[in-house]
T-cell receptor
Framework: AQSVSQHNHHVILSEAASLELGCNYS??????LFWYVQYPGQHLQLLLK??????LVKGIKGFEAEFIKSKFSFNLRKPSVQWSDTAEYFC????????????FGDGTTLTVKP | NAGVMQNPRHLVRRRGQEARLRCSPM?????VYWYRQLPEEGLKFMVY????????ESGMPKERFSAEFPKEGPSILRIQQVVRGDSAAYFC?????????????FGAGSRLTVL
């Protein structure tokens, strides 16, 4: 069974600071990786995803994530955060071979101070 | 496209009552997933269903919880004889009927409070 670990439960940054949220997963086979975001009062929505190919994937709103297979990691980055990035961020992993379940990390709450 | 519709958004029950949470998947989606988020915790997988079939219920508590996704109508998560520990946000997600890397589309969640 797969598992996901997000290292930071709560991150507080000032606007324009750089962001990196850690995500490590455990699974013996090939995986698809996702970051989802939940803005205050809104649904969970997809931020970006990795299926195959270029391990550096770009998502909405200037976010990117890098899949490092040897480290079982899929860290989320943004060079310069904005107050509107305040949200909860979830990393998720799913085996790539079937349409089974996605397993989520516990989430990281990001607070950006204006 | 209405997206994933969950109702009720908020449900209050007393201990021992039953809770029924409904989820209508996004149009064209035939896979439904239920997740639970307890206070201060992440999303925990409960059950994965396709029409008239439970595919994976490894995250469902052994007692009091059941789920269905009938041929017609929404998916229903049923909790019998609720206890205070069942208080949580229950999220439904759906994905298309193709294998592989399916992105989940989430509903707004149903928040259950057990008094």
């Amino acid at each position: 069974a797969q598992s996901v670990s997000q290292h930071n439960h709560h991150v507080i940054l000032s606007e324009a600071a750089s962001l990196e949220l850690g995500c490590n997963y455990s699974y013996g086979g090939t995986v698809n990786l996702f970051w989802y975001v939940q803005y205050p009062g809104q649904h969970l929505q997809l931020l970006l995803k990795y299926f195959s190919g270029d391990p550096l994937v770009k998502g909405i709103k200037g976010f990117e994530a890098e899949f490092i297979k040897s480290k079982f990691s899929f860290n989320l980055r943004k060079p310069s955060v904005q107050w509107s990035d305040t949200a909860e961020y979830f990393c998720a992993v799913k085996p790539s071979t079937n349409a089974g379940k996605s397993t989520f990390g516990d989430g990281t709450t990001l607070t950006v101070k204006p | 496209n209405a997206g994933v519709m969950q109702n009720p958004r908020h449900l209050v029950r007393r201990r021992g009552q039953e809770a029924r949470l409904r989820c209508s998947p996004m149009k064209g989606h035939s896979h439904v997933y239920w997740y639970r988020q307890l206070p201060e915790e992440g999303l925990k997988f409960m059950v994965y269903l396709q029409k008239e079939n439970i595919i994976d219920e490894s995250g469902m508590p052994k007692e009091r919880f059941s789920a269905e996704f009938p041929k017609e109508g929404p998916s229903i998560l049923r909790i019998q004889q609720v206890v205070r520990g069942d208080s949580a946000a229950y999220f439904c997600a759906s994905s298309p009927a193709s294998s592989g890397a399916n992105v989940l589309t989430f509903g707004a969640g149903s928040r259950l409070t057990v008094l």
